[in-house]
């Protein structure tokens, strides 16, 4: 199945690259730029021998985010999965 | 109506019946909870020193160029010409280890702002890390995060990480160290302390918005043992941003240097309340701060939230009414934020208003200075020693091949090549490295004089574990040997006193015994302890580290031109040992690489032989007489002796283009060495035993006589010859070992290989 | 050197917030006693009338989205646009050169390092074009050795544009062993055929990643390699002069 991640900073914490991106936006014209928070996006394929049920697959991927993908300290995340 | 706290809320934030007592004495009753979240931060162990400042009155603190001690952001030290060094060392080892990338980052962050706080241009950094073994994917893991947080920040601050020592014990495992030191250079007269002063002036901040960093962060980390709850306590990283410090670092020295503002300090452990209440505090004037007024990065935040936050790169300044446009022009022009959130009074009072409303009413003075003192009656650990380890061969026995122990030893993480860590490192940038990272020191030169400045870390914890006082009093004798040996003079020290818990007895005894051995080297070598850092709590789950009374030493040249490096230069050089012949096995790398075994009676440094000893060296660099000079430290003589010849292929200071190849760049060939030891017993510890005071030098032959009555009654050996592409050691007509330098190189270069 | 004493040629360093080597430009630059050297603002608009301007390296902008891609907004960058339009001379050092991509006034784009470390090295440069106003002093095959310290300095560019700056004589430095003949194990960062620096059809806008300004003084440990890059500017510039 094919799997969607989403990483952004955690809420409270510190996103220098999105304060900095949101101070230089209106300086190219575009005014009521608020709330700039950059992540990272992340595709994969999971399809684990003698497949998986979309309940495990759920844990799985949590557990892919929670250990690697994702820094749990300072990012939260989330993930869309789609079979086929 | 503000609300009141009770004991229970004290003890809930860490404060004992004794401390809440006095501060309902301070304050006349109970206080409010702005003013007990400000008293627990600022008498917690992070803020106040409380177990270790009636023994860190032991130091020397004070000499001819020391032109600010112990007390401020930074030490300073005059270096000629009206130039003036600030340096500093502070721990960040708490942080790191539940965060390693962010925890190094804001740790050079934080030290960094104490530099330019007094108005020095940071010029150069070092980093001194302890990891647990890395045969650990954990500590692997720590060690990239904290190298690479090191360079993020640093690297793009521009400037250059010069140095610095990175080790591996077990005792490191739960409770890695981060210990992060920068200098500055100034002028001499431009020096800024961080007093109010004014009555009538504002108070400014400078810089990022205040969120809900670390609160809690430094402060309470910093004052634990490591247990489970270290996963709930991790919402409080703090994430660094390192453009808006290099923004500060400009924003910041043209306001100081052109005397824009009366003064200045960074918020660092505590935030707003610790850098108000000690500038109040030292200015004998009160501060009135408006809570409400400073810009938030979250809303919601309550008034104690805001006066302890941790946000990195944020500075408080006191500026003259009729100076204020000035000061919000130079920030705007660097996009800081700049406000307004307070004023300097004669009330002696750290007053905090919120919303019209004052929510705590503290005498500054008094909570900066009538912090609790506690001395914990000192115990003498059982685990140590009176008498070295007698190597028998039953216990010890030789080694059947000596060359094979070498190359052990230069695989050693202890001992192997850093590369893999300097080489994320900016060690270039501001245009002033003359020695890069690798040898003895890093030199830098003084731009438009003839002047240099030279700086060295160390700290063996194996020594200081088997015994503090020996081990501290050898890291401060090694620091300054680096030093001569690059024939810079050693002129002044900043320490980072890493520790356990100072609540047992036994680590208190380390703590004392560590102090005294650095007091005395400090007065016999004439470095003055001029800054530093005390980190206790380095514990986890009730396993404390090996003590680490970690050496940051400045040295200076009138002439940087005379700055020698330890690298073979020239075939049939002569090479000559320096200071006792005898290594010991006791605390060795050896003992541990070779045997697995930590134990006995490390060698006591003899004081006065190493003045005479660093002496000689440097005045032999300065009268050009020296090829190369190299310490003798961990792995012993035959280390020394391939480190030299691995250096040779890089002559200059120079580096391989490609660490992998095999062969030197330009200069075509290695340089090896034959040399011969005096008959022993155990050749083994000839080669390998370690011991204080030896340095190995090398000299065109015709200087030899030179060099040697220089050294006058020094212990003087002349062990062999710069010659062929391997390293040779033979007693009498046995050879001991051969291997080629090339070889030896792939070894000392093969710390990526355990990464992986 | 002219014996007719020309008038030095006039720099302009852009400092941009983040700019970390904007100081050692201007110091290498004031080493030359053939040469005057400014800073300009990059909120300014106005080149204060030099005849070569240097992007620095550093992390603009803390290289933030990508490495160069706000400062190419700086309203000094319309200027230095124009300035490149008519002809003059553009030397963007790391941060710089990647500032030049970003503002397409160089082809290709400078990604992460294959070792996704940042890498402070010396590494040798072999000079491929010297037919530059960036490497006159130099003859082609030379060596340079001088350093690089980048996180994004893997030079990468589609295959057709590579085809057309080869045959244009565009790749000016590659990354090489000592004996000038480059290589996997010489190449930093893994940028496509080892490019280390390139300049534009014109020739009149170059970019490299490695730092010349690190490598002006023979006292340092950086050497002085770096100093033939920036003495082809000054002769370049000078017999312009002189000619003109």
Redesign the interface.
């Known amino acids: 199945m094919k799997v969607r991640v989403t990483i952004t900073?955690?809420q409270?914490?510190?996103?220098?690259?999105g304060?900095?991106?949101e101070?230089?936006l209106p300086?190219?014209g575009f005014q009521g730029v608020t709330d700039v928070r950059?992540g990272k996006h992340i595709e994969l394929r999971y399809d684990p021998p003698g497949g998986v049920s979309a309940e495990q697959a759920r844990t799985d991927v949590d557990d892919m985010c929670r250990r690697l993908l994702a820094?749990?300290?300072?990012e939260d995340y989330t993930f869309e999965l789609d079979e086929g | 109506m503000t609300r009141r706290a009770d004991l229970a809320a004290a003890e809930a934030l860490g404060l004992t019946a004794e401390e809440y007592a006095k501060i309902c004495e301070i304050q006349g009753g109970e206080p409010t909870y702005v003013e007990l979240a400000i008293y627990s931060l600022m008498w917690s162990e992070h803020c106040s020193y409380k177990h270790s400042r009636p023994v860190l009155g032991r130091f020397p603190t004070s000499g001819p160029r020391i032109l600010q001690g112990p007390g401020e952001n930074a030490g300073v030290i005059d270096v000629g010409d009206g130039w003036a060094v600030a340096m500093k060392v502070e721990s960040h080892n708490h942080p790191s280890a539940v965060e390693p990338f962010q925890g190094a980052a804001t740790g050079v962050g934080g030290i960094v702002r104490d530099i330019f706080t007094m108005g020095a241009r940071p010029c150069v950094s070092l980093d001194s890390l302890r990891f647990g073994e890395l045969s650990e994917p954990r500590q692997r893991f720590l060690l990239d995060g904290v190298v690479g947080g090191i360079a993020h920040y640093g690297n793009c601050l521009g400037i250059p990480t010069v140095g610095g020592e990175i080790y591996f014990e077990p005792s490191y495992e739960g409770n890695c160290l981060v210990n992060a030191m920068s200098a500055g250079l100034i002028r001499a007269d431009d020096i800024v302390r961080a007093v109010a002063a004014g009555v009538g002036n504002h108070v400014v901040l400078i810089g990022s918005k205040t969120g809900r960093d670390g609160i809690g962060g430094a402060s309470v980390l910093a004052s634990q043992e490591f247990d489970e709850t270290l996963e709930e306590k991790r919402p409080s990283v703090q994430v660094g941003d390192p453009f808006t410090e290099k923004k500060l670092i400009e924003a910041c020295l043209e306001l100081l240097n052109d005397h824009h503002v009366v003064s200045m300090q960074d918020l660092g452990a505590a935030g707003l309340t610790s850098s108000s209440s000690e500038m109040a505090s030292k200015g004998f004037v009160g501060l009135d701060i408006h809570a409400d007024r400073v810009p938030l990065r979250e809303a919601d935040m309550e008034p104690w939230e805001i006066m302890i936050s941790e946000s990195q790169e944020r500075m408080l300044a006191i500026v003259e009414p009729a100076k204020l446009e000035t000061v919000q022009g130079i920030c705007e022009r660097w996009d800081l934020d700049c406000t307004v959130i307070g004023e300097v009074t004669d009330t002696k009072m750290l007053r905090i208003h919120w919303h019209g409303e004052v929510v705590g009413d503290i005498p500054a003075r008094r909570l900066a200075d009538e912090s609790p003192v506690i001395r914990t009656p000192s115990v003498k650990p059982d685990y140590l020693v009176d008498e070295p380890v007698a190597v028998d061969d039953a216990s010890y026995p030789p080694p059947k091949d000596l060359g094979a122990a070498l190359a052990e030893l230069l695989a050693a993480p202890n001992i192997a090549s850093k590369r893999w860590a300097w080489e994320q490192y900016d060690y270039i940038v501001q245009a002033n490295t003359v020695q890069i990272p690798g040898s003895d020191a890093a030199v830098l030169r003084i731009k438009g004089t003839g002047r240099g400045i030279a700086f060295a870390n160390d700290c063996n914890g194996r020594h200081c574990y088997l015994d503090p006082y020996r081990g501290a009093k050898a890291a401060v004798a090694e620091a300054a040997r680096n030093l001569s040996c690059a024939g810079a003079l050693p002129v002044a020290v900043t320490d980072c006193l890493n520790f356990g818990n100072p609540e047992k007895g036994e680590i208190y005894w380390q703590f004392e015994q560590a102090v005294e051995g650095i007091a005395e080297a400090c007065e016999a070598l004439d470095t003055p302890v001029v800054s530093g850092n005390v980190s206790f709590y380095n514990e986890s789950f009730g396993q404390a580290i090996y003590p680490t009374p970690m050496i940051g030493m400045l040295g200076i040249y009138d002439d940087v031109d005379i700055h020698l490096d330890g690298a073979f230069k020239d075939e049939g050089d002569v090479i000559v040992l320096l200071g006792p012949p005898a290594g010991f096995v006791d605390g060795s790398e050896y003992q541990k690489v070779h045997y697995g075994r930590v134990e006995g009676r490390v060698p006591d440094v003899d004081l006065a032989l190493e003045v005479r000893l660093q002496a000689a060296v440097r005045e032999a660099v300065a009268r050009r007489l020296l090829k190369s000079a190299h310490d003798c430290a961990e792995g012993g003589l035959a280390v020394a002796l391939a480190e030299s010849a691995i250096a040779s292929g890089a002559p200059g200071g120079a580096q391989w283009t490609d660490p992998a190849a095999a062969k030197p760049e330009r200069s075509g060939r290695w340089l090896g060495a034959d040399v011969t030891i005096g008959a022993v017993e155990r050749p083994d510890l000839a080669l390998f035993g370690e011991a204080p005071s030896r340095v190995v030098v090398t000299c065109a032959p015709g200087d030899l006589e030179a060099v040697h009555a220089l050294a006058g009654d020094l212990p003087f050996a002349v062990l062999g010859v710069v010659t062929g592409e391997s390293l040779r050691c033979t007693m009498g007509d046995e050879e001991l070992l051969a291997l080629p330098v090339s070889e030896l190189h792939g070894v000392y270069e093969s710390l990526p290989d355990r990464l992986a | 050197m002219s014996s007719a004493s020309p008038q030095p040629v006039r720099f302009g360093v852009v400092v941009f917030p983040g700019s970390n080597c904007d100081a050692d430009a201007h110091h290498a630059i004031s080493t030359f006693p053939g040469a005057t050297v400014d800073y300009l603002w990059h909120k300014d608009t106005d080149l204060k009338g030099v005849q070569a301007v240097v992007l620095p390296g550093g992390f603009s902008y803390g290289d933030y989205l990508r490495c160069g891609a706000i400062a190419r907004f700086s309203p000094i960058m319309q200027a230095v646009k124009d300035f490149a339009a008519d002809g003059g001379l553009v030397m963007g050092i790391c941060n710089g050169f990647q500032t030049l991509t970003e503002a397409g006034l160089l082809p290709g784009a400078l990604i992460r390092n294959t070792g996704l470390k940042f890498v402070c090295r010396y590494v040798n440069l072999r000079v491929e074009n010297a037919e530059t106003p960036f490497t006159r002093a130099c003859d082609e095959g030379d060596v340079l050795r001088i350093v690089v310290k980048h996180n994004e300095g893997n030079y990468t560019v589609d295959p057709e544009t590579l085809a057309a700056m080869k045959a244009n004589g565009q790749v000016v430095l590659r990354y090489c062993d000592a004996d000038g003949v480059p290589g996997d194990a010489a190449n930093p960062n893994g940028a496509v055929e080892h490019i280390a620096g390139i300049c534009n059809e014109t020739r009149n806008v170059f970019g490299m990643m490695p730092h010349p300004e690190n490598s002006v003084e023979a006292a340092l440990a950086g050497g002085a390699d770096g100093r033939r890059l920036f003495q082809s500017i000054i002769d370049t510039l000078t017999v312009a002069e002189v000619a003109s």
């Open positions: 900073p955690k409270g914490i510190l996103d220098p690259q304060v900095t991106v101070r230089a300086a190219l950059i820094n749990p300290i300072i």
